[in-house]
């Protein structure tokens, strides 16, 4: 029988897995991608002689051994720092809490911390049907709209009853730190507080890795090679003009130069940018908010010791503070800060007053020299996931996989996962099950 021909259209990590497997299934793979670099977000980029990541994103075992040889196997304490613990922490009303990225409702007024207490133990914590009844039912009202409802305006863009109540897990939103450290061990034994308490103490959890040169993306150069290696053809810069379909099944792409034959598509993009491309549209595209990246060097070492750090204020820019030095442990004292605004926002206009946010906030001293500066912009960056675009998505998923008979939709524009291990597992476990797909 003679190796079937599968085209991957995506080559972030959801493509570059799926590519992998089907190789390993002796299947002749091309992984397409109009981008000049593979990767998605999990790139790097050098400058000023250090390397700064897209995103603020971690490698983590899964609970699958065969994925994770093909993510880890290459990976050990001499080119990476293995840890089962992230320090992280979280802004709030001009106090970081050290605990974790929770926030920390003991800086709300004593009167309305009493409120927020008592809402907090009795609040229902039934299923939600949107972000506002999210953190209603399991946080109660003033939690609610002392923070959670600006917060969450300001990383997404738009109001809480529109959104998924998915989004409500993003920017460590789904837990609070309320008691004591004591009290809070008690209370997290019962599964009801232990879903939305923050523990005090970081406990253990999956091996995580980073490298110790080169960023996120030389965990991602490494599983590239391993594609390579299994034969799988990838293609860069090249763009999809459309899709030829024959009897309910795609039978070949058409690029810029060439015609694609296809057996069997894997396509990691949102659905919908199939339908058009096929001359039947269906659906709409994600929205995404304008996203931007800030890169600082400084002359002496920054205050926190931390991975990560959320600002919850909404009154600043600063969304998210990554400190990777403090992991891989070099001698640059550098930290990046992601932004998410609206479209209308100059966002190249920003460093200065990024910059002076990191001082107002506590992460580097007044005093202390930045060295080095720069701003890069991210196209498609965070989405925005309101109920209406996935349930569009998931309409347009039954449609597609009845519809094309030979494409395998994974990744988290399939809409069944958003987080990067949900959607290596998911991706995993499509693509091993090839049998089901007609």
């Known amino acids: 029988m003679s190796p079937k021909k599968v085209v991957v259209v995506g080559s972030g990590i959801t493509g570059i897995t799926a590519a992998y497997f089907e190789a390993r299934k002796g299947n002749s793979v091309t992984l397409i991608d109009s981008d000049k670099r593979a990767g998605g977000l999990l790139k790097s980029d050098f400058s000023n002689g250090q390397y700064f990541d897209y995103g603020t994103h971690i490698f983590s075992e899964t609970i699958i051994p065969k994925l994770n040889d093909f993510l880890f196997s290459d990976l050990d304490c001499n080119n990476c720092v293995i840890t089962d613990k992230i320090e992280t922490y979280c802004y709030f009303n001009g106090e970081i809490n050290f605990k974790n990225a929770c926030v920390d409702i003991n800086s709300l007024t004593e009167q309305l911390y009493l409120k927020a207490c008592h809402e907090l133990m009795t609040a229902s914590d039934k299923a939600a049907n949107n972000l506002e009844s999210f953190f209603i039912n399991r946080f109660g009202k003033t939690i609610y709209e002392e923070i959670f409802k600006n ?15 998915k989004m409500g897990y993003f920017f460590d939103m789904s837990r609070v730190i309320a008691f004591d450290g004591p009290t809070t061990k008690e209370l997290t034994k019962i599964d009801k507080f232990n879903r939305k308490l923050g523990h005090h103490v970081r406990e253990s959890g999956v091996a995580k890795y980073y490298p110790k040169v080169g ?3 030389a965990i991602v150069d490494l599983l590239l090679e391993k594609v390579d290696r299994e034969g799988v ?9 459309k899709v030829k379909e024959e009897k309910g099944k795609i039978i070949s792409l058409l690029t810029e130069d060439e015609e694609i034959k296809v057996d069997r598509l894997v396509w990691t993009l949102p659905g919908s940018f199939l339908t058009y491309l096929s001359g039947n549209p ?6 995404f908010r304008n996203t931007g990246l800030y890169d600082f060097t400084y002359k002496h070492p920054l205050n926190l010791k931390s991975v990560f750090l959320n600002v919850y204020d909404s009154n600043l820019y600063t969304g998210r503070v990554t400190l990777y030095q403090n992991l891989s442990k070099t001698n640059n004292y550098s930290c990046t800060v992601e932004v998410l605004t ?9 460093i200065d007053t990024i910059q002076k946010e ?18 890069r912009p991210i196209k498609s960056g965070f989405p925005v996931l309101t109920t209406e675009f996935l349930e569009s998505q998931s309409e347009l998923s039954k449609y597609c996989e009845n519809y094309f008979k030979n494409v395998l939709f994974v990744g988290r524009n399939s809409g ?23």
């Not at 053809?233 to 003009?241: A, E, F, G, V």
């Not at 990191?358 to 701003?375: A, H, R, T, Y």
């Open 151 to 165: 917060v969450s305006k300001k990383y997404f863009g738009v109001d809480t009853h529109l959104l998924s109540e």
């Open 215 to 217: 960023g996120i993306g």
């Open 233 to 241: 053809n990838l293609k860069l810069s090249t763009s999809i003009q």
């Open 282 to 287: 269906k659906g709409f595209p994600p929205k």
């Open 342 to 350: 609206d479209h209308d926002v100059n966002l190249a206009r920003l």
């Open 358 to 375: 990191l001082i107002e906030i506590g992460v580097v001293d007044q005093n202390n020299q930045c060295v080095f500066k720069q701003f």
């Open 416 to 438: 069944q996962a958003f987080f990067m291990n949900d959607v290596l597992t998911d991706t995993f476990q499509k693509v091993k099950g090839e049998s089901n797909v007609k």
